[in-house]
T-cell receptor, first 115, second 109 residues
Framework: DSGVTQTPKHLITATGQRVTLRCSPR?????VYWYQQSLDQGLQFLIH???????AKGNILERFSAQQFPDLHSELNLSSLELGDSALYFC??????????????FGPGTRLTVL | DAKTTQPTSMDCAEGRAANLPCNHS???????VYWYRQIHSQGPQYIIH???NNETNEMASLIITEDRKSSTLILPHATLRDTAVYYC??????????FGQGTRLTINP
């Protein structure tokens, strides 16, 4: 158990719909990262938040957005869903120590199926 | 980001040492080498990281060549539960992880 929780575990929805994925980082971790894993693209970085502020963006579609709340949990919002958005979505958390990058701890993921 | 080259797949007998190589010849001086693994559809799991010295923890050992252009992850006594995809990732700072194709390691009984 990494200490990172994600809900829901599974999500099935239809094209055109909007969903929200939730991530609670490990206690004390300030950074949250979101990754998408699809069969044809592998694990891809989407976005990074640190203590409520967006720090980096990867290959995140404009239909997707995220935020990190004051209690440090994060939500990834996916709208106007397409079949190709079906994937595993992982979040990870970490906290820098003395400015040095340290390991990311991943949650169990949310499996999104768009029908 | 430094590019990495890893074997697509490897096999190892249970109880033997599994040695997973990674080539990262374009790594920059302040990039650490991180290793993660992903057991089928689970969230990736951190294993170990190093800069230039060899490192060991309860999971594995990491050997980095003196020129830092390659490294080897060693699982000293592989078990069936070590069957996973292993990723070698050079990284600097609190940056995103860039996952390549990794090595699919199969531990055989």
């Amino acid at each position: 158990d990494s200490g990172v929780t994600q809900t829901p575990k599974h999500l099935i929805t239809a094209t055109g719909q909007r969903v929200t994925l939730r991530c609670s980082p490990r206690s004390g971790d300030l950074s949250v990262y979101w990754y998408q894993q699809s069969l044809d693209q592998g694990l891809q970085f989407l976005i990074h938040y640190y203590n409520g502020e967006e720090r980096a963006k990867g290959n995140i579609l404009e239909r997707f957005s995220a935020q990190q709340f004051p209690d440090l949990h994060s939500e990834l919002n996916l709208s106007s869903l397409e079949l190709g958005d079906s994937a595993l979505y992982f979040c990870a958390s970490s906290t820098p120590r003395g400015g040095v990058y340290n390991e990311q701890f991943f949650g169990p993921g949310t499996r999104l199926t768009v029908l | 980001d430094a590019k990495t080259t890893q074997p697509t797949s490897m096999d190892c007998a249970e109880g033997r040492a599994a040695n997973l190589p990674c080539n990262h010849s374009t790594i920059s001086g302040n990039e650490y080498v991180y290793w993660y693994r992903q057991i089928h559809s689970q969230g990736p799991q951190y294993i170990i990281h190093g800069l230039k010295n060899n490192e060991t923890n309860e999971m594995a050992s990491l050997i980095i060549t003196e020129d830092r252009k390659s490294s080897t992850l060693i699982l000293p006594h592989a078990t069936l539960r070590d069957t996973a995809v292993y990723y070698c990732i050079p990284i600097q700072g609190a940056q995103k992880l860039v996952f390549g194709q990794g090595t699919r390691l199969t531990i055989n009984p």
